[in-house]
């Protein structure tokens, strides 16, 4: 599907960046972006988003390249969108419902698809009210007319009813998820988190240091689900490591609060791996933008350590850093070729003899971890 991509500059140091990352974002999604609309704004116009004019200029592109849809790189509200679709006449696809679009096609486990499909149905929720006639008219013309308000208000009951059971269904596996999590508390075994930019390496970190062989791929978003396996760290003993979701910049609220349930992993963690794609052009911008995230879903508390990742291609030494308390804040890795893993290790392994949590010897009661390695604690 040929697409549009629009972007409005409000001054932040971000722009390029975002821009490049959305076009990322439209090709994981399925699109092929043919042409991006820019313009600078000190603030949206509240009708069309973008000015006017500059909406005119999107119509004639769309028309000159036959593009299908116009993706732009903001939340737009329900009605923006509702006059962006009657000008431009095609459809319209925000930052927002394109990111949970991924993940609704990603979505792999049976939470993770809960999850999603809880997000798009509170996102489709607000933007109920205005019906979804005005395109259906605009192609079928006249005697197609959009559903009456009795039509809404059951889709609208119906929308309620399912989000109702999704939730409950999510607090069932949530349920579950903290009784696994309170028996390994009770072990006190030492829990590492990984978290970071989508795409800045993390499961081929995990994979390296664990050999669990889950998905790694450069593509935004190829991680999901939480996967968790237990490493032995020489002398120090277990601890137990988890793989996670990717952040991204605007990362839609709907999103976060839905996959509270698989980031709960990342708030109960001990220490929390914070993985940067070193390479990037973006990398401190990406560093702030992993920090809100995790500052809204309340993980800013746990202690971190950044994990300069791909310093194969940053061309940077492995190394460990300290700051002045000669604490360790920063390891220089190579995921990919393992250079620094090891200094990595020593790093978890410090951090956990200081937290006081006991080398994991695992009670037999515990039937979730095995004695391998290898094998998935659900
Ligand atoms: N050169 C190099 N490439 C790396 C390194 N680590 C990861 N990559 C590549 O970076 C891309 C993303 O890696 P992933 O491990 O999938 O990244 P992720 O952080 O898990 O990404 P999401 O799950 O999408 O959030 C893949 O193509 C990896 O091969 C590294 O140390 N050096
Ligand atoms: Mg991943």
């Not at 927002?96 to 798009?120: C, N, P, Y």
């Amino acid at each position: 599907m040929r697409a549009v991509l629009v972007g409005v500059d409000f001054g932040k140091l971000d722009f390029v960046s975002s821009l490049e990352e959305l076009a990322l974002l439209s090709k994981t999604a399925g699109a092929q972006p043919v042409a991006s609309v820019t313009g600078k704004r000190s603030s949206p116009d509240a009708a069309l988003f973008v000015g006017s004019g500059k909406a005119d200029e999107v119509l004639d592109t769309i028309n000159d390249l036959e593009a299908e849809v116009a993706i732009f790189n903001h939340a737009l509200s329900p009605a923006q969108q509702r006059n962006l679709e009657r000008h431009l006449k095609v459809r319209v696809v925000d930052r927002t419902s394109l990111i949970l679009d991924i993940f609704a096609q990603r979505a792999q486990s049976h939470e993770g698809k809960v999850q999603v499909e809880l997000a798009q149905l509170q996102h489709l929720a607000t933007r109920l009210i205005r019906g979804w006639t005005h395109l259906e008219r605009q192609k079928g013309g006249i005697g197609l007319r959009g559903p009456g308000e009795t039509q809404l208000e059951t889709d609208r009951r119906l929308i309620g009813a399912r989000v109702k059971a999704l939730r409950a269904k999510l607090d069932k596996l949530q349920r579950q998820r903290n009784t696994q999590r309170r028996s390994r508390e009770r072990n006190r075994t030492f829990s590492v988190s990984l978290v970071g930019y989508t795409n800045a390496g993390k499961s081929t970190l995990f994979n390296n240091m664990t050999k669990a062989g889950v998905y790694a791929a450069d593509q935004l978003f190829a991680t999901l689900d939480t996967t968790s396996r237990r490493i032995h760290l020489g002398e120090y003993g277990n601890v137990v490591i988890s793989d996670t979701v990717g952040f991204i910049r605007d990362l839609p609220t709907q999103l976060v609060a839905a996959f509270r349930a698989t980031l709960d992993e990342t708030i109960h963690a001990d220490l929390l791996l914070h993985v940067v794609d070193a390479a990037s052009p973006v990398r401190d911008d990406q560093i702030e933008q992993v920090n809100a995230v995790l500052q809204e879903i309340g993980a800013d508390h746990v202690p971190q350590v950044l994990v300069w990742n791909k310093i194969d291609v940053a061309g940077l030494e492995p190394g460990i850093e300290h700051d002045e308390y000669d604490k360790i804040r920063r390891v220089f890795v190579s995921a990919q070729t393992g250079e620094g893993i090891d200094l990595l290790r020593q790093a978890i392994a410090g951090f956990a003899q200081a937290g006081g949590a006991s080398p994991g010897h695992f009670p037999p009661d515990d039937s979730r971890l095995s004695e391998r390695s290898d094998e998935i604690i659900p």
